[in-house]
């Protein structure tokens, strides 16, 4: 049992405590009362509860935030921090900003620290990010920079930005800087953007394109996003574009997503380019999201039950699999061990390949990319976690059939197999750190076989 409690914190089941940091609250800013203390050029601002205690916002990800500002006004430093006082950690995976204008009171450079207020890289693989302006007074180039003020590359691939603006259609055109300071492709797959804005300054169109500026077509087949936005500033409608900026059907079967909010649960809808509702690849023709998980419903709004999508929404249960699995491996002979070990291959199959829909082909082989973020991305630990418990049975289960190392070999192959496949299907994102998880698992697999093994002898 104790082991459980641990995995589930690992995975991110918290309690709906409110203390400590990096908890669950049900209480956001919206419920709670701002109070302001302003002390020479230093001002705090805390959220507050009914009874005036400083409460934890949990939208915000903090209870206080202490601004330091210059003379003009201007906040150099926001140190985040918790209902106790403590450093509070935020979703970019810092605890302070510090910032630096210049004559004009243009923001130049913003720096990201930790809890002891040292540089720190944040999420997006940078710790400073500084801006220069053009004579309208408009952002006209971001340069990324390391804790050591090294220039770095961002998380999307680029090392900076460049900006130009048409002051006639309000566009902005943003071109993707490599270590050379030409055009570079992001990850995502192109080098340029050219966006257009609603009045309230919400992102209208995005439209794609190469190094060269010509149109270029993404992981979905789209060229480019239409948005429009609810009162609150949410988006409640994405529709796809083709080269010409036309609504167009994606590799994923819509080209249009329609969103509808209430009480904090969101809701997709997917349409086609003439409006009309789709079926998508499994089964759903929209998606309930409560929370991190997703539930699919059917043409009439219902909840819909799909094994796939369940074991994403509730990774727990693949710890009750591998366990009962390990148990059964244990006690059958070498024939009904290599059935099991059938099943668990076309279950492994199943759960990476053939429930997963079709998000276009890409990779990423940079080593230890999503491990640099476990403990600050819940979303990447769960991942990481699941691809090492899938792997653990079929550790054991290759142990107790070959009772020899080359099996840790065998499951490898079948690890690198997976990834190619769900490259050249478009189903999953190749990456060399789903194999390292994977072999993780198998090794621990194959020493608990051989643990019980020995202990049964």
Not at 81 to 100: F, V
Not at 244 to 258: C, D, E, H, L, R
Not at 286 to 295: F, L, R, S
Not at 372 to 383: C, G, H, S, V, Y
Request: net charge neutral; hydrophobic share 35%; proline share 2%.
């Amino acid at each position: 049992m104790m082991v459980l409690v641990g995995l589930s914190a690992l995975y991110g089941f918290q309690s709906q405590s409110s203390e400590g940091i990096g908890k669950v609250s049900s209480l956001q800013s919206a419920d709670l009362k701002t109070v302001s203390v302003i002390e020479d050029n230093k001002e705090s601002i805390s959220f507050v509860d009914s009874n005036g205690n400083v409460t934890y916002a949990s939208d915000k990800h903090f209870a206080t935030v202490v601004k330091s500002k210059d003379d003009s006004g201007n906040s150099i430093t926001e140190v985040y921090l918790d209902e106790k006082g403590e450093p509070a950690l935020q979703p970019d995976g810092h605890y302070a900003l510090k910032r630096t204008y210049n004559d004009k009171g243009q923001n130049v450079e913003t720096t990201y620290l930790d809890a002891q207020l040292n540089p720190c890289r944040n999420t997006w693989n940078y710790a400073t990010i500084r801006r220069t302006f053009n004579a309208d007074g408009k952002k006209e180039r971001e340069t990324f920079y390391d804790e050591n003020g090294k220039r770095t590359r961002h998380l999307s691939d680029e090392y900076g930005r460049f900006f130009e603006y048409d002051n006639e259609t309000g566009q902005t055109s943003i071109t993707y800087l490599g270590i050379d300071d030409k055009p570079t492709r992001k990850k995502i797959g192109y080098a340029k953007v050219l966006r257009s804005y609603w009045e309230n300054g919400k992102i209208k169109t995005d439209l794609y394109y190469d190094v060269d500026g010509q149109p270029i077509k993404l992981s979905l087949g789209q060229y480019g996003i239409y948005r429009e936005y609810d009162d609150f500033g949410r988006e409640k409608l994405i529709t796809y574009l083709d080269a010409s900026g036309q609504p167009m059907m994606t590799s994923q079967g819509y080209a249009t997503v329609k969103y509808m909010y209430s009480n904090g649960v969101a809701t997709e809808l997917y349409y086609d380019q003439v409006g009309k509702p789709v079926q998508l690849s499994r089964g759903q023709y929209g998606t309930k999201k409560i929370g991190n998980q997703a539930v699919y419903l059917n043409e009439k709004g219902e909840e819909q039950f799909e094994l796939g999508n369940y074991l994403r929404n509730h990774p727990w249960w693949l710890i009750v699999i591998a366990f009962a699995a390990i148990a059964l491996s244990t006690i059958l002979n070498k024939k009904g061990n290599i059935f099991l070990g059938i099943a668990g291959i076309l279950f492994l199959i199943y759960v990476t390949i053939l429930f997963r829909a079709s998000e276009g082909k890409g990779a990423n082989l940079e080593p230890l990319w999503s491990y640099k973020q476990f403990f600050t991305n819940d979303a990447l630990r769960i991942e990481i976690l699941n691809n090492i418990w899938l792997f653990i049975p079929l550790g054991c289960i290759l142990f107790n059939i070959l009772r020899n190392p080359k099996a840790l070999i065998i499951l490898m192959l079948i690890s690198v197999c997976i990834e190619a496949c769900q490259l050249i299907f478009g189903v999953g994102l190749c990456e060399l750190d789903d194999v390292l998880s994977n072999g993780i698992g198998s090794v621990v697999g194959y020493s608990v076989g051989y643990i019980i093994n020995s202990i049964r002898k």
